[in-house]
């Protein structure tokens, strides 16, 4: 079986129960697990690859909570690892149309080094480098650049994805942007949000935008329009791929679970186009919004050809 690692964050999800409220007039919330590596690992591993989590949480309640839920979802934890630091928290409201607004407590998930995984690295085939704080700094930064290098120079498979957080970045957007040129150089995929593909290119124009970051070095690119679907470019062309209208409940976690399909599909069909790739991802991600949660919503294939 192929083996994915998935670097970044494992935290806490605290989501709203009052659908339509901000977090300062919520009065409660339930507690998910969380954080787009972790998310993109339990998509993998649901959908026939091994995709191995690899970040630090607190050796607490919350990352005893974050060990069992990967482990039940079938995500490999022999590179999470428990240190002193808390887990860290996102607060999550969620608006009557199913988007969020985030507010996150940072901790443990900065402390990742390189030094704590360097001797397992050989064994991956893809990189998907997807989390939503390690361009923030710290120990995972540095880490998170080194491991872009080794994938480079070892020849493996490279997915990115920006996950930009207006509450993370919406103070040092010059800083994300050149983060995420760097990491779109040497990709062999990239998934953007429409928002980050017109961040990162500057161009308002959603098409002449993905050609510009084509441009940049990325072999495919996927840029996802919610309801309208997903622009897939290259260099040899820019197509629209239309997908299934859902119900949607909560869009935590859909952007995780797509590419999660794409590079599950990607690993275990090699001769698959990427239109028929992007096709079957566009219907997980829907799939996934018509749940409460981002990792436990995420559905298997047996589900995905039932919805279909």
């Not at 909570?65 to 482990?71: A, H």
């Not at 150089?185 to 050609?211: R, W, Y």
């Not at 219907?283 to 294939?301: H, Q, R």
Request: aromatic share 10%; hydrophobic share 40%; proline share 1%.
């Amino acid at each position: 079986m192929k083996k994915v690692i998935c670097p970044g964050e494992a935290l806490i999800d605290f989501v709203s129960m009052d659908i339509g409220k901000t977090l300062k007039a919520t009065d409660g919330f339930i507690k998910k697990a969380g954080g787009a590596p972790a998310n993109v690992a339990a998509a993998i591993s649901k959908l026939g690859a091994e995709a191995y989590f690899c970040g630090t949480v607190g050796d607490d309640a919350f990352g005893g909570f974050l060990e069992d839920t990967l482990n039940n979802n079938n995500i490999n934890t022999e590179l999470l690892f428990k240190i002193k630091n808390n887990t860290t928290f996102a607060f999550v409201s969620l608006m009557e149309n199913g988007e969020r607004d985030f507010e996150f407590s940072r901790d443990a998930d900065e402390c990742l080094t390189f030094d704590m995984i360097s001797d397992r690295l050989e064994e991956f085939d893809l990189y998907h480098f997807g989390s939503a704080t390690a361009f923030m700094g710290g120990n995972l930064k540095d880490t998170y650049f080194k491991l872009k290098e080794y994938a480079k120079s070892n020849n493996k498979i490279i997915s990115f994805d920006a996950n930009y957080r207006e509450s993370l970045f919406g103070n040092n957007k010059e800083e994300f942007i050149k983060c995420c040129k760097e990491f779109i150089v040497d990709s062999n995929i990239v998934k953007l949000s429409e928002e980050e593909a017109k961040l990162i290119s500057g161009i308002e124009d959603i098409k002449e935008a993905s050609q510009y970051i084509v441009n940049l070095g990325c072999e495919n690119l996927m840029v996802t329009l919610g309801k309208e679907g997903t622009l897939l470019s290259n260099r040899e062309k820019q197509i629209l791929i239309k997908t299934k209208e859902v119900k949607m409940k909560d869009a935590t976690g859909a952007g995780d679970a797509f590419i999660g399909a794409v590079i599950a599909q990607i690993l275990n069909e090699p001769g698959k186009s990427m239109e028929k790739i992007v096709e079957m991802a566009n219907l997980v991600g829907g799939i996934t919004t018509t749940k409460l949660g981002a990792l436990e919503s995420i559905p298997t294939w047996d589900e995905v050809f039932a919805y279909n």
